[in-house]
T-cell receptor, first 109, second 114 residues
Framework: GQQLNQSPQSMFIQEGEDVSMNCTSS?????WLWYKQDPGEGPVLLIA?????ELTSNGRLTAQFGITRKDSFLNISASIPSDVGIYFC?????????FGKGTSLLVTP | NAGVTQTPKFQVLKTGQSMTLQCAQD?????MSWYRQDPGMGLRLIHY???????DQGEVPNGYNVSRSTTEDFPLRLLSAAPSQTSVYFC?????????????FGDGTRLSIL
């Protein structure tokens, strides 16, 4: 599969701070997706992006589909303790979804 | 509101045994897929299906078979279990079309091969 480079690998922040993570690829994708996974559970879809340049929000989350179609970023504003988890980016090429290795987010009260 | 249901939640097998991981969804989704998740590797696509009677291979299909006889069910078969198949397996479904991406994941099957 096509390799996605997701960074940072982990983040340790205080409640109330903003968070930014990104994903890059050497390949072009038609769709970018962001998921959150809590321990012992399956990933949950947060945001789906379908057009280059698209900027989409879901509550305190904002994600953008890069102009080159090779990258995407996810921002979380005013973090809260329940934001803790692993965030995955994923790029869709045809019917195959390629995942990044995840960003582990820890939020302290 | 069942969504995607995976069974069993945990399983231990001996090398060489076969078994089937079950996946069912009640949302009438056309697209279903199987992933494995290993530490530090993210999720990797094993097989997927875009509708009943249609299946295709993903990134890591070797050692696994799938079938899609109904829209609701997408079982994953391990033909002869190997220690390298120790992993957490996730099934996912989606609405298909431009939404050919996993929108709903099950809670996973944790499989250990001894």
């Amino acid at each position: 599969g096509q390799q996605l480079n997701q960074s940072p690998q982990s983040m340790f922040i205080q409640e109330g701070e903003d968070v930014s993570m990104n994903c890059t690829s050497s390949s072009i994708f038609n769709t970018w997706l962001w998921y959150k996974q809590d321990p012992g559970e399956g990933p949950v879809l947060l945001i789906a992006l379908y057009k280059a340049g698209e900027l989409t929000s879901n509550g305190r989350l904002t994600a953008q589909f890069g102009i080159t179609r090779k990258d995407s970023f996810l921002n979380i504003s005013a973090s809260i303790p329940s934001d803790v988890g692993i965030y995955f980016c994923a790029g869709l090429s045809g019917y195959a979804l390629n995942f990044g290795k995840g960003t582990s987010l820890l939020v302290t009260p | 509101n069942a969504g995607v249901t995976q069974t069993p939640k945990f399983q231990v097998l001996k090398t060489g045994q076969s078994m089937t991981l079950q996946c069912a969804q009640d949302m009438n989704h056309e697209y279903m897929s199987w992933y494995r998740q290993d530490p530090g590797m993210g999720l990797r696509l094993i097989h997927y299906s875009v509708g009943a009677g249609i299946t295709d291979q993903g990134e890591v299909p070797n050692g696994y078979n799938v079938s899609r006889s109904t829209t609701e069910d997408f079982p994953l078969r391990l033909l002869s279990a190997a220690p390298s198949q120790t992993s957490v397996y996730f099934c996912a479904s989606g609405t298909g079309g431009t939404g050919n991406q996993p929108q709903h994941f099950g809670d996973g099957t944790r499989l250990s091969i001894l």
